[in-house]
């Protein structure tokens, strides 16, 4: 028998919908029924692509002694995160409080007056194992507690809640000096070059920020007492981490989420869309700064074919997610973890010839013993070119996986279990993909795609983006307010802050973009209605800017994540990075860059005032904001370049963090560009070595001191 999720839109709440537990979405109903009965809420948090989801959903959560006593004694809560992030944040905060670490699935319970949890948790599994406590016990331990122990229970949330109100009572600060700047950008290259024993996660956010400041490596601002890091060395090797290690897919492209060891060997095996997005940019600065490794443009064009191929719907916007695990053969069971992606060594011997393997072998950590549970993770063992014969094993090995060779033509989503099961595949039974669209995972997507498609001048990476933009303009302003989720036509859930800031951040990259491509006579950019490309950007960027300002602006500087909500215990204004940048960062530094792309002050005023407002958060825990130092270098060294439009993709495929381009036809006589720094513009450049000098000075003037 179903439960009531089996309606729900969300690919994660109906994998839950054959539970033997009542299950309520998260809605005033559920928690007005916790109220009129006063029981305690179990809220469970999760994700359709979520390995350990996935498990504890098979386990205890289909466990009919464990769902009676759930039915009998709570009110059974699912949340799709992805659906509702500030709902996620929030008790993902609580459960770090409570047990300094968190994760996916998120299970907390709740007192039904207050929503303020008093115990949580992640996985729990059926009986005690793993250092863990079994479910039931743990589920009968907490309404004892719940019924004779309230005051315990009282003095748990009141503990929390008083750190939520230290949290949210941020203190502003009179200024930001250079200094804070040069500490920041040091801080996140020392976490890039951390090196533990525990699992390796992609980190861009801290990745870009440690790339920032590379312009600084000759800072005379920072003490002996600071310790300094080799940035450009540890930028290098992330890339390499990721290009080569097990965590990108060679054979089809697009990158998992993590590795669960220190060498980047083995991955939980899910590709999110927002990791790939964030991948792809990051390894587009790279080359931009100089780092032209051919596994960088290997990488981008394998994982640009892999969203082409799987990731794209019809309508032009990308997927969310592809799970981890899939079906070996379409009568078991359960899925396993990284089926699609494995390979036995009798499988290589199989379908590759004996010097094939051997010249495979010879590039990528291959033996008869495997590095994942007896089977194989392709990692290559060096950067640079591979082989052409390699190339021809690595499609050989496409073949068997997906039945056909290597391209783009669409290869169709496996959208539940009963599909991937019943459908005629020609290769292997894939994992299935959660088709919603999120529009702050396709907004990443779009701006790695139009950052790959400047500095590598490829078009097609360009109409990719910009296709996707399209379809979020065209459909997911509803009322005129933004929407954040798209569920094949259905649009779903007012926008948060993220989708905010990162699709008006995606309009501008798509905006300097277009401003590298359209001086080729060889590309033909698609004409748009409402007028020159790259200013049909810039105004959709402005409109999306004014609306975000208008339902989401605090007073205190930065954004609230979601309108004022009754259901929520805490409105937040984020500003700590996870896998996805915060919002309040990347929402600064687009101030910033609309101020010199549309010659706004007010947004220049706004950008410091937001800053400010986090100033504390920087000095203190530098350690949680790489966006808001990312934000700050705009903010310390912002600079302006006009030149004619033939130039720009030259300059536009370098690295230039903190530049803004703009075609320019009015240039003062004999002259070729002018570079504004601050509020004032230099002589106007009348070569172009002169230009680049003007505006390599301009982007490192916050390495310098200066007279007081």
Request: charge should be negative; charged fraction near 20%; proline fraction near 5%.
């Amino acid at each position: 028998m179903m439960n009531r999720l089996a309606n729900a839109q969300s690919l994660y709440l109906r994998k839950h919908a054959e539970n033997p537990i009542d299950w309520w979405p998260w809605c005033d109903e559920a928690i007005a029924l916790a109220r009129r009965e006063s029981l305690p809420i179990f809220l469970s948090i999760g994700y359709s692509s979520c390995h350990w989801c996935t498990v504890m959903e098979g386990e205890a959560f289909s466990n009919l002694e464990i769902a009676d006593y759930i039915n009998a004694h709570y009110v059974a809560i699912k949340v799709d995160r992805e659906e509702r992030p500030d709902v996620d944040s929030i008790y993902m905060q609580a459960l770090q409080m409570m047990t300094g670490a968190g994760g996916w699935p998120l299970n907390v319970f709740l007192d039904p007056e207050t929503l303020l949890p008093f115990y949580g948790g992640t996985y729990f599994p059926v009986n005690p194992r793993y250092g863990r406590p079994g479910f039931l016990r743990v589920l009968q331990e907490l309404k004892r507690i719940y019924e004779s122990d309230r005051p315990r229970l009282q003095s748990v949330q009141a503990e929390i809640q008083a750190r939520f109100q230290q949290t949210a009572a941020l203190s502003a600060v009179e200024s930001l000096d250079d200094v804070l700047l040069q500490k920041g950008l040091q801080y996140c290259a020392g976490i890039l070059s951390a090196r533990d024993m525990g699992p390796s996660f992609p980190m861009i956010p801290y990745a870009e920020a440690a790339l920032r400041g590379i312009r600084f490596a000759d800072s005379e601002l920072l003490d002996d007492a600071t310790v300094r890091y080799d940035a450009r060395e540890q930028c290098r090797q992330r890339g390499l981490d990721l290009a080569l290690g097990g965590i990108f897919d060679h054979v089809a492209g697009g990158f998992h989420r993590y590795t669960v060891d220190p060498t980047w060997t083995v991955p939980h095996f899910e590709k999110m869309l927002y990791d790939n997005g964030q991948i792809v940019e990051y390894l587009a600065n790279l080359w931009a700064a100089g780092m032209q490794e051919p596994a960088f443009e290997r990488a981008i064009a394998l994982t640009v074919q892999w969203l082409q191929r799987e990731m794209t719907a019809p309508e032009g916007y990308f997927y969310a997610a592809q799970d981890a695990d899939s079906f070996v053969n379409a009568d078991d069971g359960e899925p396993e973890e990284g089926a699609f992606y494995v390979w036995r060594y009798a499988d290589l011997e199989t379908h590759l010839s004996e010097p094939a393997l051997q010249a495979l072998t010879e590039h990528f950590t291959i033996t008869p013993a495997g590095n994942f549970e007896g089977k194989i993770v392709l990692q290559r063992r060096q950067p640079g070119n591979l082989p052409n014969s390699v190339e021809e094993s690595l499609a050989a090995l496409f073949a068997v996986r997906y039945g056909s060779a290597p391209g783009v033509a669409p290869f169709p989503p496996a959208r539940n279990n009963n599909e991937a099961r019943t459908h005629a595949w020609p290769g292997r039974i894939p994992a299935v993909t959660d088709t919603k669209m999120i529009v702050a995972w396709n907004s990443l997507m779009i701006s790695g795609l139009a950052r790959a498609a400047a500095v590598l001048q490829r078009e097609d990476y360009f109409h990719l983006a910009n296709r996707a933009a399209d379809f979020i303009w065209q459909h997911q302003i509803v009322g005129d307010r933004l929407h954040r989720l798209n569920y094949d036509g259905a649009v779903s859930v007012l926008a948060q802050s993220e989708d905010y800031a990162l699709l008006i951040k995606a309009l501008l990259d798509l905006d300097q973009a277009a401003l590298a491509l359209a001086s080729r006579s060889d590309i033909a950019l698609a004409p748009i209605a409402s007028g020159d490309l790259p200013l049909h950007f810039l105004d959709r960027a402005l409109t999306l800017q004014a609306e975000f300002d208008a339902y989401l602006g605090s007073d205190e500087g930065g954004y609230y994540n979601t309108d004022a909500r009754a259901d929520l215990i805490l409105r937040e204004r984020s500003y700590d990075d996870s896998a996805v940048p915060a919002a309040n960062g990347v929402a600064i530094a687009n101030l910033i860059r609309l101020f010199l792309r549309a010659g706004r002050l007010d947004y220049l005023d706004k950008a410091q005032h937001a800053l400010q407002s986090f100033g504390s958060v920087m000095e203190k825990t530098p350690q949680i904001c790489p966006s808001l130092f990312i934000a700050l270098d705009w903010l310390q060294t912002y600079t302006l370049v006009k030149t004619s439009g033939d130039r720009l993709p030259f300059l536009l495929s370098q690295y230039h963090p903190t530049t803004m381009f703009a075609a320019e036809s009015s240039l003062p006589a004999e002259s070729i560009g002018l570079v504004c720094q601050g509020l004032s513009c230099n002589e106007p450049a009348r070569s172009v070595a002169q230009l680049l000098e003007q505006l390599w000075q301009s982007e490192k003037r916050g390495g310098e001191k200066r007279e007081k």
